[in-house]
């Protein structure tokens, strides 16, 4: 037994987020130091290269004139037919040595930046999309640490760091910080591009982000504290805290509406359908789950599943899929494949969604006609989900190939695959013998990721790659946008993939009535796994983070032109500040 204080794990544990903030300081001093030294020496090489044009013979110009003419040329049909012999005329295999890039990774393409979308609305969509991403790398990083305890149960004995209270922090931020926060931000795009007029009031936008800032950080504090709504999942947050969060809603939905009775187009775009139901939705929600008149004894339990299941379905999918409705056709250039499908997943989705909430509850005292009435429901949501999927796959018909040149078209793909996928999981998951086996196990976890990580934050990921070059300029680096992609999706398949047959397995052990604590043994290698998994998707947040920064980044970088077309542009522009008279 050690006897020193500092052989307590919770003492070590503060010691290290003491000493954290001194880390970070550490680490950006480096990083700033390395930037500024590489300012000064791409300055030098800029310098360099300027003396070099300046001085540039006649002969060297006529040389990049003529590399510039053979790279523009296209070859015809019959170029490489005929007796003469072979030359390199047209520059084809000029410099055929010399490796510009990663030839292992393909060339992906550029964005022209769209100046229709106006400074001050710009600056408040990349607020709300800067508050979200920070809010999802500290509730992943809360969430890294609860994986963690799962292989480390006793990493710490600190009240405020207990799983009890991180996991509520973690769920909560997910939702009310990061999905909700990306998805307000990016529908103050969408509401006002298709409706082909400005916001309405750019005022109530912000403080529609104020109010839903202060309820995520107080709400954080509370839980943290221990002090919360313990009757139920994702519902912690006291009621004064998600009254914030419902009067920024509440401004928002407003502020839309009215933006959306002063269009100058006659139809209202589907997106615009689904973001205002979703909308409208979440504040029935809130209502219904905090309001207390039905609150005790059973009717609290039923009450619960219809708030868990509609802040997932109603909100969260409901508007992703308003905001794809809208970016997948731009993203692609084509419309959508079929307007009717659209409007069929939009009705049988707010007909059968609404109902499914007791599906979590089978075998329970709830009465059983509610039960069976959920599971007819949960299949009857194979049609939203067919119909959505059909569209949007069917969309991409004739556009496939665009996907081997675009870094934005995989997350969209993937989020389309997740979506079919993971609510047809959803279904299966409702049945009762699958129920029997899976509930209460950590299988319900790993599809709670498949859904909200593989469908809502692939899509909005796949949104804000498309949206945040049109309105900045700036694209990310393109290498660190497919490290962003690979990292997650590895991550998450080895999150799911692993708790989803451990807790097979775990849920047949309990059928067969074996000792609890064997279970709990037997899981330990597959929350090893979920560890694993979460760490790449941790860790590929905070390249999704660093993209983003280069995408707003302010700070022009300093680029040596390479190319003969841009090697003659910076001579011409160098000839025409020679001739500027000078007094």
Known sequence: MNNSIFGESGIQITLVLILLPVLVGLLIAI???????????????????????????????QVYEERQKAQAYQVPENELSGSNPPSDTKGIIYNVNKVEELRVIPAKKSYIPQK??????????????GFAIFWLLFATTVGEYLGIKFVA?????????????????????????????????????????????????????????????????????????????GGGEYREYIWPFMLLFAIGIVLSLYNWLMTIAKRTTKEIYVSNWYIISATMFVIVILLVGYLPFWQDGLAETIIQGYYMHQGVGMW???????????????????????????ILAFWTQILFYTLIGSHHFIFSAI????????????VGMVIPVVAGTANFLLTFNGAWYQLKTSYTLPFYLIGIIFYFTG?????????????????????TVAHSHLTMYGIITFMLWA???????????????????????????????FYTWSLMIGSTARGLMWIDTKPFIESVKMMAPYWLWRAIGGTMMWISHFVFAYNFYKMVNNREEIRIPTTPAEILEAKRQFKNTENIPTK
């Open 367 to 378: 009465p059983w006609w509610m039960q069976t009435v959920a599971i007819v429901a949960s």
């Open 153 to 229: 149960p006793d990493a710490d004995h600190l009240s405020w760091l207990s799983f009890g209270r991180l996991r509520p922090v973690h769920t909560n931020m997910v939702f009310w910080g990061w999905a909700s926060f990306a998805m307000v931000g990016l529908a103050y795009y969408v509401i006002p591009r298709v409706s082909n007029t400005g916001i309405h009031s750019l005022k109530l936008g912000w403080y529609s982000l104020f109010f839903m800032s202060a309820a995520v950080i107080t709400g954080t504090v509370s839980l943290m504290a221990g002090i919360n709504n």
């Open 116 to 129: 229709y979308i106006s400074e001050p609305l710009a600056k408040l969509i990349l607020y709300f999309l």
């Open 463 to 493: 949104f804000t790659y498309t949206l945040v070059p049109r309105i900045t300029g700036k694209e990310p680096p393109k290498l660190m946008v497919g490290v962003h992609f690979w990292l997650a999706l590895i991550g998450l398949l």
């Open 316 to 342: 969260f999918m409901f508007l992703t899929l308003g905001l794809m409705y809208y970016f997948l056709p731009q993203q692609l250039n084509k419309p959508i494949y079929s307007y009717s499908l659209g």
């Open 423 to 443: 609510s047809m999981q959803g279904t299966v998951e409702a049945f009762r013998f699958t129920n029997l086996v899976w509930h209460f196990t950590d299988f």
């Open 31 to 61: 990083v700033k130091t390395y930037s500024t030294y590489k300012d000064l020496k791409a300055r030098r090489k800029l310098g360099e290269f300027q003396r070099k044009i300046r001085n540039l013979s006649p002969e060297e110009l």
